[in-house]
């Protein structure tokens, strides 16, 4: 990989990392530690972190489609390397997770957040006994548990009104 893939792949993970970490801080002040367990939900200042929470598995894999869409498309090859040159692919992928990040987020709706959760969940399994990688369950949890916190809260959303 040249000097100018390398650098621009490292700026954009370094600014993931810093957007992750402002919201991760905005979802303490808002709320504490309590809205990455298992909120409550009976207040509506409450439901607005949790949502955020639930879409944030489908904004790293929007983030990682789409750069590895754009660095084909910008360099000649994808994140790992290898010289590739069809980036339509990747990009036209990223309109899922963008969809359910709409939809969730924005939308509040049921019916996406439910989706997004069994999506979720099953490609984690899948992806788990593909690669025969049991031993990085224990990373997937806490976004199956963001996922179906979003669940309740898009839900809890409908209720107040």
Same mark, same amino acid.
């Given at each position: %990989? ?6 621009? !792949? +490292? @700026? ?10 402002? #919201?991760? &801080?905005?979802?303490? &002040?808002?709320?504490? =530690?309590?809205?990455?367990?298992? =909120? ?5 200042? #409450? ?12 904004? @790293? %894999? @929007? $983030?990682?489609?789409? &750069? ?6 910008? $360099?000649?090859? /994808?994140? %790992? ?7 339509? =692919?990747?990009?036209?992928? +990223?309109?899922? =997770?963008?969809?359910? !990040?709409?939809?969730? /987020?924005?939308?509040?709706?049921? $019916? ?14 899948? +992806?788990? *006994? ?12 806490? $976004? ?12 809890? /959303?409908? *209720?107040?009104?």
């Amino acid at each position: %990989m040249t000097f100018a893939a390398v650098s621009v !792949i +490292a @700026l954009a993970f370094l600014a993931a990392v810093v957007l992750g970490l402002f #919201e991760v &801080a905005q979802i303490l &002040a808002e709320g504490g =530690p309590k809205l990455f367990v298992w =909120p409550r939900l009976n207040h509506g200042y #409450e439901v607005a972190p949790v949502t955020r929470l639930a879409v944030s598995p489908w904004a @790293l %894999m @929007l $983030f990682g489609l789409g &750069a590895n869409g754009a660095c084909i498309l910008l $360099f000649g090859h /994808d994140l %790992m390397g290898q010289p590739n040159n069809r980036y339509l =692919p990747w990009l036209a992928s +990223a309109l899922v =997770p963008l969809l359910l !990040i709409h939809l969730v /987020d924005y939308q509040r709706s049921v $019916f996406a957040a439910a989706v997004a959760f069994v999506l979720l969940a099953g490609g984690s399994l899948y +992806a788990l *006994q593909l690669y025969d990688a049991w031993a990085w369950a224990p990373l997937a949890l806490p $976004f199956l548990l963001w996922s179906l916190n979003g669940v309740r809260a898009v839900h809890a /959303d409908r *209720q107040f009104g």
